[in-house]
């Protein structure tokens, strides 16, 4: 099961019952979902640097 559909589920059932406890999960849950897709965006980030260092490396070895 994904997270999105976790969360999904527990929205429902949060609704219907109003716990508390549900809804600090769904708290969690929701800001591990925003922690992912940061993490997602640095690795990308830091994967693009990369490459524009090893690009200037080897520009700087030609000359």
Same mark, same amino acid.
């Given at each position: 099961m994904?997270? +999105? +559909?976790? !969360? *999904?589920? &527990?929205?429902?059932?949060? /609704? !219907? *019952?109003? /716990?508390? !406890? %549900?809804?600090?999960?769904?708290?969690w849950? &929701?800001?591990?979902?925003?922690l992912?897709?940061?993490?997602?965006? &640095? %690795?990308?980030?830091?994967?693009?640097?990369?490459? +524009?260092?090893?690009?200037? &490396? /080897?520009? *700087?070895?030609? *000359?």
């Amino acid at each position: 099961m994904r997270l +999105d +559909d976790y !969360i *999904s589920i &527990l929205l429902v059932k949060m /609704k !219907i *019952s109003h /716990k508390q !406890i %549900e809804r600090q999960l769904l708290q969690w849950l &929701l800001e591990l979902r925003t922690l992912r897709g940061h993490v997602r965006e &640095l %690795e990308m980030q830091n994967k693009q640097l990369r490459k +524009d260092y090893e690009k200037v &490396l /080897k520009q *700087s070895e030609k *000359s």
